[in-house]
């Protein structure tokens, strides 16, 4: 089916379909990417919750009845008879480790339905990206942070720009659109095989710079995902959704830390 997806609209529309939503910091970067006091999504009100921001490498797997897509954040790599085709080394090694996810996956009866099912994750520690001293280097490690369901394919009739604005929920003629994300209980019942990044408890105080940082080390001083004894553990922040997902912004460490010197 996914073959039939990929012949019929081209892999360049699947990619940008399934690309997660920008995820914006809370506050406004400015000139040297120092925060400014401006938010850059009105959340107040919003009932957000909250979960670890885990400095790795993100990571999409895409279901559609049996064919099985493995990509990064930027870019899909088609997974054929056991084999993945046209990959760049340099991603070969992260596409090798979540591999065996599909066969845990694949008899999930999520997967028995005609609707396109995106997983997304995050691939961290061994030796991937700046901050795998703070998870522990001997290890990898992955874990989900969303799931969204496609139960309407229309959309890829449109052109990629439109496809995009679509998935950003940008208003167009009137409407907004966007992704079906799961509920994060609905994501745990569904995939239990599958480690989760870890919710955590968070509060913003009045949203100021140094309240914010201050919740930073009381509520998150470590990470919560260490691979190894000799792991650093230190967090990256996290990240805050509303249950739609319409908005969803992080806060991390340096930014704050930055911003404050």
Do not use: C
């Not at 399934?18 to 009105?42: A, D, M, R, V, W």
């Not at 070969?92 to 997967?111: D, I």
């Not at 795998?132 to 959309?155: H, I, M, P, Q």
């Amino acid at each position: 089916m996914m073959k039939d997806l990929i012949s019929k609209f081209g892999k360049e529309k699947i990619n940008t379909l399934t690309k997660y939503p920008s995820i914006l910091t809370l506050h406004k970067l400015g000139k040297k990417n120092i925060l400014q006091n401006e938010l850059t999504t009105p959340i107040d009100g919003e009932k957000m919750y909250a979960t670890e921001k885990i400095d790795g490498t993100s990571i999409r797997l895409l279901f559609y009845g049996n064919e099985r897509i493995v990509g990064t954040r930027d870019n899909l790599f088609v997974y054929e008879n056991s084999d993945f085709v046209n990959i760049p080394k340099e991603f070969f090694s992260s596409v090798e480790y979540v591999r065996p996810f599909y066969e845990k996956a694949k008899w999930n009866k999520r997967f028995e339905t005609d609707k396109l099912t995106v997983l997304f994750g995050e691939l961290y520690g061994s030796n991937i990206g700046q901050g795998a001293k703070n998870y522990g280097v001997e290890k990898t490690g992955f874990r989900l942070f969303d799931v969204a369901v496609y139960n309407d394919l229309s959309v890829l009739d449109l052109e990629r720009d439109m496809i995009s604005k679509w998935r950003e929920r940008e208003t167009e003629n009137g409407i907004i659109y966007g992704q079906n994300f799961l509920k994060r209980s609905e994501m745990e019942s569904q995939f239990a095989d599958f480690e989760f990044v870890p919710l955590v408890e968070f509060d913003l105080g009045d949203m100021s710079h140094k309240v914010v940082l201050d919740n930073l080390k009381k509520f998150i001083p470590n990470t919560n995902v260490a691979l190894s004894e000799n792991a650093l553990r230190k967090s990256e922040g996290v990240v805050l959704r509303n249950e739609s997902r319409s908005k969803i912004v992080k806060v991390r460490f340096e930014d704050y830390e930055r911003t404050l010197r």
